[in-house]
Structure formats: structure tokens, C-alpha cells
């Protein structure tokens, strides 16, 4: 056996709940499906009170609620890596230097990202910044296409079409 075959349950471990993916029984399958399920709701639904819970924070400007979340994140996210054990490779991961313009840009982005939809929720401009994001992955699949030359499938054309 080599070296690729020996690591790749590990590698499809992480994916599973700490299970190789082929060592799942249907029933753990199933369950493992429903947690996830659950978990994307619960994401979604916490997603769209959010802003009930910002536009009580009205006294407070945006880029320090921003910079209450990147520091509470940073700790949480901190905490699970330590917990899981993987501090030793996510640090080699984002301090690589071929990734560092990567995480630096992609964060940046966030950073913006999240600074702008705050400070219109706690400027009475929700609509708007729910047009925003309905509109910018219309946008995105635009840009593919133009620019990248992206060719959607029959099914994403349909639903662009729906959308549009």
C-alpha cells in the first residue's frame, strides 16, 4: 500500500464526522444527512433574524459591530481547531506563503462584505441589501460566463431564467 492509499481515509474522514465515508452503514448515512440538514436550516434561519438583532444596535457604528464578530469568530474558530486538534496544520495552511495572498484577499472580501450589509441593516436599508445578495450570484454566473466563458448546464440555464 502506498502513502496516498494509506492517508486517504483520513483525508475522506474529515467530510464524515470522523468516519471514513465508506465505513458508514445506511442508517449512519441517513443520520449524518439529517444533522447536516438540520444544521444548513438552522444556518438559514439564523441568518434571517440577524438583522432584527443588528437593527437593535442602532447606537452602534457598523465596523465595530463587524469588528465584534471577527474577534468572536477568530476565538470560536480558534477554540474548535484546538479542540479537533488541527491548530498545527490549519497555521501551516494559512501562514503558507503561496496561500497567504489567498486568505489575506478572501478575508478582506468578507471583511467588506460583512461592513457593508451591517451598516445597511443598521441603516434601515434591508430590502436593499437583500436585492444585493439575491443579485450577486446572478452577477457572479454573469461574469463566468462572459468573462471565463463558463457554459451552464441545461438545468442552471433554466433556473437563470426563472430568476431573471
Same mark, same amino acid.
Not at 472580501?109 to 430590502?127: C, D, S
Not at 446572478?138 to 462572459?146: D, E, S, Y
Given at each position: 500500500? %502506498?502513502?496516498?492509499?494509506? %492517508? !486517504?481515509?483520513?483525508?475522506?474522514?474529515?467530510?464524515?464526522?470522523?468516519? *471514513?465515508?465508506? $465505513?458508514?452503514? *445506511? !442508517?449512519?448515512? =441517513? #443520520?449524518?444527512?439529517?444533522?447536516?440538514?438540520?444544521?444548513?436550516?438552522?444556518?438559514? $434561519?439564523?441568518?434571517?433574524?440577524?438583522?432584527?438583532?443588528?437593527? /437593535?444596535?442602532? !447606537?452602534? *457604528?457598523?465596523?465595530?459591530?463587524?469588528?465584534? #464578530?471577527?474577534?468572536?469568530?477568530?476565538?470560536?474558530?480558534?477554540?474548535?481547531?484546538?479542540? #479537533?486538534?488541527?491548530?498545527?496544520?490549519?497555521?501551516?495552511?494559512?501562514?503558507?506563503?503561496? %496561500?497567504?495572498?489567498?486568505?489575506l484577499g478572501c478575508? $478582506?472580501?468578507?471583511?467588506?462584505?460583512?461592513?457593508?450589509?451591517?451598516?445597511?441593516?443598521?441603516?434601515?436599508?434591508?430590502?436593499? =441589501?437583500?436585492l444585493g445578495y439575491?443579485?450577486? *450570484?446572478?452577477?457572479?454566473?454573469? /461574469?463566468?460566463?462572459? /468573462?471565463?466563458?463558463? #457554459?451552464?448546464?441545461?438545468?442552471?440555464?433554466?433556473?437563470? /431564467?426563472?430568476?431573471?
Open positions: 500500500m %502506498n502513502n496516498d492509499q494509506a %492517508n !486517504a481515509p483520513e483525508q475522506q474522514a474529515s467530510h464524515t464526522g470522523g468516519l *471514513p465515508s465508506y $465505513a458508514m452503514n *445506511p !442508517a449512519e448515512a =441517513a #443520520r449524518a444527512k439529517r444533522v447536516a440538514q438540520t444544521g444548513v436550516a438552522a444556518t438559514y $434561519a439564523l441568518w434571517g433574524v440577524m438583522p432584527i438583532y443588528w437593527s /437593535f444596535l442602532p !447606537a452602534m *457604528p457598523a465596523y465595530e459591530i463587524v469588528l465584534h #464578530r471577527l474577534i468572536w469568530t477568530t476565538i470560536c474558530s480558534f477554540l474548535v481547531v484546538v479542540y #479537533r486538534k488541527q491548530l498545527k496544520a490549519a497555521l501551516a495552511l494559512v501562514f503558507d506563503k503561496q %496561500n497567504m495572498p489567498v486568505v478575508a $478582506a472580501l468578507m471583511l467588506g462584505n460583512n461592513l457593508v450589509y451591517i451598516w445597511a441593516v443598521t441603516n434601515n436599508q434591508v430590502v436593499e =441589501a437583500g439575491f443579485l450577486t *450570484p446572478i452577477l457572479q454566473m454573469g /461574469f463566468g460566463i462572459v /468573462f471565463f466563458h463558463d #457554459r451552464p448546464t441545461f438545468l442552471q440555464k433554466v433556473f437563470i /431564467f426563472l430568476v431573471c
